[in-house]
């Protein structure tokens, strides 16, 4: 299970997505970004989602 925090893209949001790969995670950020923040998924912020895509175990060690 990986997931990206909207937070950790400089965003003030506490938007979670989750999903087992960055197909699905990335689907759900499209559908949250363009809805709430009025952002455009462009292939330069779907490559910095990408980079801020964690694997959650290893998520919970750096906390
Ligand atoms: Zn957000």
Redesign the pocket.
Known sequence: MKDFH??D?G?D???VAKGNDNKEIMSQVAT??TN??KMQVTPELAKKVEGLIHDESSHAQTR
Do not use: K, N, V, Y
Request: glycine share 0%; charged share 25%.
């Open positions: 909207c937070r893209a965003l949001c506490d938007f949250h970004a709430e923040h």
